[in-house]
């Protein structure tokens, strides 16, 4: 593969996480789903641990109801991901880092940060469309979990 064949590879998998943001944010829970291989893992903390795309629809749906207070349908909080690093590991594979930064929409008068992390991601290409395999969070603030990992190493899963 060349440079510039990486480079845009690379820029498509970045994509994928920038699309989970808006699509988790703007409960639109189908193409979040879709961005995901069907037998994904997903660690989220105290969310547990979610198999398949069907399990992580419908606990997507419950956390975006539990974390919309104010019934708005849409942008409870936004997740903005930055300094988000790829290697690509195969021709079908990658693995990245980026970072999160969880802010709540419906709070006045007080901070709106909710939390700082790490996503740890493997994206797999199937059928030309690299999607999400694996996702964990590492989480920085206010509560401290973090496994760590380098894209191209083999990122751990959890502890």
Same mark, same amino acid.
């Given at each position: ?50 198999? !398949? %795309?069907?399990? $992580? ?5 419950? #956390? ?5 207070? +104010?019934?708005? /349908?849409? *942008? ?19 693995? !990245? %880092?980026?970072? $999160? ?5 419906? #709070? ?5 940060? +909710?939390?700082? /992390?790490? *996503? ?40």
């Amino acid at each position: 593969m060349t440079d510039l064949e990486a480079l845009v590879e690379t820029e498509k998998i970045k994509k994928v996480r920038v699309l989970y943001s808006h699509y988790f944010d703007s409960n639109d829970l189908d193409r979040l789903a879709d961005l995901f291989t069907d037998d994904c893992v997903c660690e989220f903390g105290v969310h547990g641990i979610w198999v !398949g %795309r069907t399990q $992580l629809r419908k606990n997507y749906e419950a #956390v975006h109801s539990d974390l919309d207070k +104010l019934r708005t /349908g849409s *942008y409870p909080y936004l997740h903005v991901t930055t300094n988000h690093w790829v290697e690509l590991t195969g021709p079908d594979s990658a693995e !990245g %880092r980026c970072y $999160l930064i969880d802010w709540v929409t419906q #709070v006045a008068n007080v901070s709106p940060l +909710l939390l700082l /992390g790490v *996503y740890d991601d493997e994206y797999r290409k199937i059928d030309g469309v690299w999607k999400i395999h694996r996702t964990r969070i590492d989480f920085i603030w206010p509560d401290r979990h973090v496994v760590g990992g380098t894209p191209g190493s083999r990122i751990p899963a959890k502890a």
